[in-house]
T-cell receptor, first 114, second 115 residues
């Protein structure tokens, strides 16, 4: 079974600062995938970034990067140069080997202050 | 533009009534999913379908039913057997069912409130 833990219920950051959202996971699978989604107040889940367990490089997508530390089972999301529009809920999720579903963490509410 | 349409956006139900939430996708995706989200919590899987006329229970299927008669459509019925149905319901789809970088695309959600 897979489990995702996000220990930061809420974070407050000044605009233009970088922010790191924590995510740890638990799995016995050798092959798995890690995802980050953003949920604005409108409710829709927006895919941000993906990291495969065998990927040697940390994934990057524009201002988003994933700090993947396999030995620590950690997959933190880093947002550089935060913007007011980054204020939202952020969810870490994983899919285990051969699994059909994504397992989600409880989320972190990020607020960007001007 | 391709995407997922969920309707209605808001729904109110009296206790004892069944309600059906609609989910339609025009992405030509094989797999579709229903998730439930409660305040302050992550998403939990209700049902998923890999192909037409086939679906599997997720982690919290009790009190829910689904059908997959068409590739584009995956409606969810919340039955009177669901003890605490007030929640935000999200439909998703993916190109195929399975592992790897198989990204889920989500709809805008339906918020169900039981009066």
């Amino acid at each position: 079974a897979q489990k995702i833990t996000q220990t930061q219920p809420g974070m407050f950051v000044q605009e233009k600062e970088a922010v790191t959202l924590d995510c740890t996971y638990d799995t016995s699978d050798q092959s798995y995938g890690l995802f980050w989604y953003k949920q604005p107040s409108s409710g829709e889940m927006i895919f941000l970034i993906y990291q495969g367990s065998y990927d040697e490089q940390n994934a990057t997508e524009g201002r988003y990067s994933l700090n993947f530390q396999k030995a620590r089972k950690s997959a933190n999301l880093v947002i550089s140069a935060s913007q007011l529009g980054d204020s939202a809920m952020y969810f870490c999720a994983m899919r285990g080997q051969g699994a059909q579903k994504l397992v989600f963490g409880q989320g972190t509410r990020l607020t960007i202050n001007p | 533009d391709g995407g997922i349409t969920q309707s209605p956006k808001y729904l109110f139900r009296k206790e004892g009534q069944n309600v059906t939430l609609s989910c339609e996708q025009n992405l030509n995706h094989d797999a579709m999913y229903w998730y439930r989200q409660d305040p302050g919590q992550g998403l939990r899987l209700i049902y998923y379908s890999q192909i037409v006329n086939d679906f599997q229970k997720g982690d919290i299927a009790e009190g829910y039913s689904v059908s997959r008669e068409k590739k584009e459509s995956f409606p969810l019925t919340v039955t009177s057997a669901q003890k605490n149905p007030t929640a935000f319901y999200l439909c998703a789809s993916s190109l195929f069912a399975g592992a790897g970088a198989n990204v889920l695309t989500f709809g805008a959600g339906s918020r169900l409130t039981v009066l």
